[in-house]
C-alpha cells in the first residue's frame, strides 16, 4: 500500500485570490509580453476573485501558450521569479500552518493547478512544497541552445478531468494512494479530483462547489480566516460587525480611547490587558478594530457553552480555554492564528479579581501570553483599562443599560510594543503585568481601602468556576 499526499489548487485556494494579474505584470515587465491590458481584463480577474473560475476566462488560459510563442523560456522563468515575493504575500494567512501539518504527518505536499509551471515552480519552492502538476508549456532549442516556447502545450492541459489524470499520473509514479489523499480547491471545475481522494476539501468554495459539498457533507474551509469561521461572498461575519459595531451602539458608556497606533496594521500581535469587567471585551473590542483589525480573543470554555452567545463566540473565531484540559488547545489554536497574522488579545488575569484583589495596585498574571510571545516571536502591546466596572459591575449579570443621561467613561490606553521579552515565561510575564499598569491612570497604582458597597460589586453574582 502506498502512502498519503496532499494536493491543492493555487488561485483562491493557497492564495487568496487570482496569481493572474501578479504574473502578468511581471511578464510585462519582463518584456516576455505586451505591457498593455486587455479590454475587460480586470473586471475578468474581479469576478475570479469573488466568484471562481469561468469558462471564458479557461479558454484564455487555454490559449496563454501562444502568447509567449518563439520567447526564451528563461526570460519567463525570470520573470516569475520576480513576481514570487508578490506572490507570497497573496498566501492565505492559515495555508502554511495546513502545509506544516501535513509535512509533520509524512505526506507530500503538491501543488495541482492550471497555471503554467514554469510561472508557479518558483512559489512552490519558496511555500517549500513537495512538487508542482501544472501545465507544461512545449519548448524547443533554437540554433545557440536556448529553449524557446513554441506556442503549444506539452502534454494536456492541466484542468477538470485532465488535472485529475495528471494526479493520477504523479501519485502512480510515487506510490500514492489518493484514496487516503486530501485535496483542497476552490472550484466545482476540481470535481473530478476532489471526488477521487479520500479526503476532499473545499476551500473558499465558488457557489456551485459550496453546493455540491454541502450535499457530500465535504469540508469547507476559509484559509484566510480561523478554523470553523464560517463566509459569505468572501465576508466573515466579524467584518460585517465591525461596520455595525461602533462605540455610539453603546450609549450607556463614554469611550475614551487613545494609543491604537501602537497596534500593528499588518501581521501578528499579542494584545493583553487587565481585567475588571464582562465589558472589557467590548471594550478592547472596538479598540482593536479601531485598528482596522479583528480581534481573536481567548474566552472560557463556558462562554462556548452557553446558547446563542457560544454559537457567536464560534463564528466571531474566538478561541476556546478548556480550563479542565489544561488549555493546552487554546495555546495551540492562538500559535496558528498569530503564525497566520490575526491579532489575538489575551488577559493574563485569566478571571476578574475578587473582593479585596479587586483593589490591589499589584496586577498579577499568568504566562499564557508570555508563552505565545516566545513560540511565534509576535510583539505584545499593552492595554490599561479602566472603568469599565461602572457600566458593568462584577456582581451584575448585566450592564446597566438604562444608564443613558450620565454614561460612566470607560478610558482605554494603548502602550507601545513590549520590549526586552526574554522567553523565561515567568520573567516575562512580570514585565507584561508591569507594562500593562503603565497604561492605567495614577489612581489605579495607589492601594486604598474600599468601601463596603465597592466590597459587594466586586464580587460575583452567584458561584462561579
Not at 4 to 32: H, I, K, N, Q, Y
Not at 45 to 58: H, M, N, Q, T, V
Not at 74 to 81: D, F, H, K, N, T
Not at 126 to 145: F, S
Request: glycine share 10%; hydrophobic share 45%; no cysteine.
Amino acid at each position: 500500500m502506498g502512502t498519503a499526499a496532499a494536493f491543492f489548487d493555487l488561485d483562491r485556494t493557497l492564495l487568496r485570490g487570482a496569481s493572474g494579474p501578479v504574473l502578468a505584470e511581471a511578464l510585462g515587465r519582463a518584456g516576455v509580453v505586451p505591457n498593455r491590458t486587455l479590454p475587460g481584463q480586470g473586471l475578468l480577474y474581479k469576478a475570479y476573485d469573488r466568484f471562481g473560475e469561468s469558462l471564458p476566462g479557461i479558454a484564455l488560459a487555454r490559449m496563454a501558450a501562444a502568447a509567449v510563442r518563439g520567447r526564451r523560456r528563461s526570460a519567463l522563468v525570470a520573470a516569475a521569479e520576480s513576481a514570487t515575493d508578490a506572490l507570497v504575500e497573496m498566501v492565505a494567512p492559515y495555508a502554511m500552518a495546513l502545509i506544516e501539518e501535513h509535512h509533520q504527518a509524512g505526506r507530500p505536499v503538491v501543488l495541482a493547478t492550471t497555471s503554467p509551471r514554469d510561472l508557479v515552480e518558483p512559489l512552490a519552492r519558496r511555500l517549500g512544497l513537495d512538487d508542482v502538476i501544472a501545465t507544461r508549456y512545449q519548448v524547443t532549442v533554437d540554433r545557440k541552445g536556448a529553449e524557446r516556447y513554441t506556442g503549444r502545450l506539452d502534454g494536456a492541459f492541466i484542468w477538470a478531468a485532465g488535472k485529475l489524470t495528471a494526479v493520477r499520473w504523479w501519485a502512480s509514479e510515487h506510490d500514492i494512494e489518493l484514496a487516503d489523499s486530501w485535496a483542497y480547491s476552490d472550484s466545482v471545475y476540481d470535481l473530478p479530483l476532489l471526488s477521487a481522494v479520500g479526503h476532499p476539501v473545499a476551500v473558499n468554495a465558488d457557489p456551485r462547489l459550496a453546493v455540491v459539498a454541502a450535499v457530500r457533507r465535504w469540508p469547507q474551509v476559509h484559509l484566510d480566516a480561523p478554523p470553523g469561521v464560517p463566509k459569505l461572498i468572501g465576508i466573515e461575519p466579524f467584518e460585517v460587525l465591525r461596520m455595525l459595531v461602533r462605540p455610539e451602539s453603546f450609549p450607556y458608556a463614554r469611550f475614551d480611547i487613545a494609543g491604537t497606533d501602537n497596534i500593528p496594521r499588518r501581521g501578528p500581535a499579542i494584545v493583553v490587558a487587565n481585567h475588571r469587567s464582562y465589558f472589557d471585551a467590548i471594550a478592547l473590542g472596538l479598540t482593536v478594530m479601531r485598528a482596522g483589525r479583528l480581534p481573536r480573543a481567548l474566552a472560557k470554555k463556558e462562554i462556548f457553552d452557553a446558547p446563542v452567545v457560544g454559537q457567536l463566540a464560534k463564528v466571531l473565531g474566538q478561541i476556546v480555554v478548556d480550563r479542565d484540559a489544561g488549555g493546552g488547545n487554546a495555546l495551540t489554536s492562538a500559535i496558528a492564528a498569530l503564525k497566520g497574522g490575526e491579532v489575538v488579545v489575551v488577559l493574563p488575569q485569566g478571571t476578574i479579581p475578587r473582593g479585596d484583589a479587586f483593589f490591589s495596585p499589584k496586577l498579577e498574571g499568568k504566562t499564557g501570553a508570555a508563552r505565545l510571545a516566545a513560540a511565534t516571536g509576535a510583539p505584545v502591546i499593552p492595554v490599561g483599562m479602566w472603568g469599565t466596572e461602572k457600566v458593568w459591575p462584577r456582581s451584575a449579570r448585566m450592564p446597566n443599560m438604562t444608564n443613558v443621561l450620565n454614561p460612566p467613561q470607560v478610558r482605554v490606553r494603548v502602550g507601545p510594543p513590549i520590549k526586552g521579552l526574554t522567553g523565561d515565561p515567568r520573567a516575562d510575564t512580570v514585565k507584561i503585568m508591569k507594562a500593562i499598569s503603565a497604561q492605567l491612570p495614577p489612581e489605579a497604582g495607589r492601594a486604598r481601602k474600599p468601601s463596603g458597597d465597592e466590597l459587594r460589586q466586586a464580587q460575583p453574582p452567584s458561584r462561579e468556576a
